[in-house]
């Protein structure tokens, strides 16, 4: 175990340099073994025992290729979901006593292990998910990020903590676990999310149940059978896998349950917030809801804006992994001094735009999660067509076996129009056109959502006002609104985007703690 002097300030894991042929041969060696070793076996994991699920398996398909299985998930029953909660409460026992230094040591060397592999991991995302050689990378190494900087945030929360000091008195303020937690991540980011959503909660000296994403068991699979090589006791983490109507349900509405941590749509999020304020029988406690629930993001640029740098960021926020980021720009705020220079550069780049399967270093795009995302995206462009926008670049389907959707581009698209408002979660860009910065703000602030949003300007006073007028989570000046880096930006959003939870961030852990002050009398 590590002493707490040998443990080193905190540093982002670096991203790989595939221009380096060392490098890009190493990756073509992990998607060979990985694709050899398809489809993954993935089994539930109760009380430090692997077990068939109740309810039958599950597939997961390469989107990008659908004949090709790449995961095979054991599919958990309610019965499963309730031995899964009723385990993870037992365990809470043991593992709450456990001290901070005790369970940090299992996120690092589960950190030092990721990164030994973490070719393998992201290959697996290529195959699972669509990602792109740089977007795993990414996905990995934010992955590494979590272990890292919650390990070390849980030794921060364990240590004394400053309060004020008062004559006849010894006071401290302790940090103590909340209980037995929920854990439901999304596909996106199906290691990144999930691990840190998970470590997040155990390192503090919870236990949890995961629920992890239908379409990316696999490597959920991998993340679980990374923690069970590291010694993580049995039954302090429960992977449960299931649907969301009968597992996740009975997991939310649990009176065992403590706290929910959720990633996802705004729809499913509003319905596991109400369940969870429902207090059931034998339930002594409010349960605490952690909630990230996507966005409507934005990028404006001012007339004072730099162009290009512009062109080339919303091209990479826009349509870098399919515009499947809860932070991807979905509306384009364009000054009209600008606009016609801008959709000059930027179409000729949105045409050029390579798409095919990830595993191709070549390709930009990859193909969208499913059938039921790209139908949704295909709808979502129709109603832009009847509702006047003029689309002046993709809109249709990719070439290919699986579900490609074109990078698309609307432009004249009003405030109220159906692409503009809701969250297609696809490669499909609006385009605004404003006359002043004033109105670009009532354009951007114009959503339910307010994660994260960008702003380009070569004017201070603009910058610094910009500071106080943008309404979201996470605003970035003069660089895309995509990209957040664990430590550096803590991530999470206002209104419909969620419970602002700041994620990487170094007030996230006491989402799943509970502050307990003690005074004892010296006099």
């Not at 809470?92 to 006593?97: L, T």
């Not at 979590?146 to 008062?166: D, G, H, N, V």
């Not at 896998?241 to 990633?263: A, D, H, M, N």
């Amino acid at each position: 175990m590590q002493t707490t002097s040998e443990i080193t300030p905190f540093v982002n894991e670096p991203f790989t340099d595939f221009s380096n042929e060392e490098n890009a041969a190493a990756f073509r060696a992990a998607l060979e073994k990985i694709s050899s070793s398809h489809p993954i076996v993935g089994r539930l994991w109760i009380n430090g025992e692997d077990k068939e699920g109740g309810a039958g398996t599950f597939e997961s398909t390469d989107p990008s290729q659908t004949s090709r299985v790449v995961a095979n998930c054991a599919k958990a029953s309610r019965e499963d979901a309730l031995s899964a909660i009723a385990g993870a409460h037992k365990a809470f026992g043991s593992w709450s006593m456990k001290s901070a230094e005790e369970r940090a040591e299992y996120l690092f060397k589960a950190a030092r292990t990721l990164r030994l592999r973490k070719h393998e991991f992201s290959a697996q995302m290529v195959y699972e998910v669509g990602k792109t050689w740089a977007e795993a990378d990414g996905d990995t190494a934010e992955a590494i990020d979590f272990l890292e900087f919650y390990a070390r945030e849980a030794l921060r929360y364990a240590r004394k903590q400053p309060i004020s000091p008062t004559p006849g008195e010894d006071n401290e303020l302790v940090y103590i676990p909340l209980g037995v937690g929920v854990i439901i991540p999304p596909w996106n980011f199906p290691l990144a999310i999930l691990a840190g959503m998970t470590t997040a909660a155990l390192v503090t000296g919870n236990t949890v149940v995961l629920k992890c994403a239908s379409d990316s068991p696999g490597i959920a699979t991998m993340f679980v059978n990374l923690m069970k090589e590291v010694g993580l006791p049995g039954g302090v983490l429960q992977f449960c896998p299931g649907s969301g109507s009968e597992v996740g349900t009975t997991l939310v509405e649990s009176p065992l349950t403590r706290f929910i941590s959720f990633t996802g749509s705004a729809e499913v999020g509003k319905g596991i917030y109400e369940k969870a304020g429902k207090t059931g029988e034998g339930q002594m406690w409010l349960k605490r809801v952690v909630a990230e629930m996507g966005g409507k993001d934005f990028m404006f640029v001012d007339e004072d804006g730099d162009v290009d740098k512009a062109v080339a960021g919303t091209h990479a926020a826009a349509f870098g992994y399919q515009g499947q980021k809860c932070s991807a720009c979905s509306r384009l705020i364009l000054h009209e001094k600008i606009h016609d220079e801008f959709m000059e550069k930027f179409l000729p780049l949105v045409e050029a735009t390579t798409m095919g399967h990830p595993e191709n270093v070549n390709n930009f795009m990859g193909a969208m999660i499913n059938e039921k995302a790209l139908n949704g995206a295909l709808a979502g462009i129709e109603a832009a067509k009847k509702e006047g926008n003029t689309l002046v670049a993709g809109g249709e389907k990719g070439e290919g076996e699986g579900w490609y959707l074109k990078p698309t581009v609307f432009t004249g698209v009003g405030r109220k129009d159906t692409i503009f408002q809701e969250e297609l979660f696809a490669p499909v860009l609006a385009v605004t056109k404003v006359a002043s910065y004033e109105e670009g703000v009532e354009a951007a602030n114009d959503t339910a959502f307010g994660l994260t949003g960008a702003y380009f300007s070569s004017d201070e006073g603009k910058l610094e006002r910009a500071k106080r007028d943008f309404h979201c989570g996470n605003l970035y000046l003069n660089r895309k609104c995509t990209g957040a880096l664990v430590g550096v930006h803590p991530f999470g959003g206002f209104n419909l985007s969620g419970t602002d939870s700041k994620a990487g961030g170094r007030d996230y852990l006491l989402l799943f703690l509970q502050g307990k002050s003690i005074t004892r009398a010296t006099k």
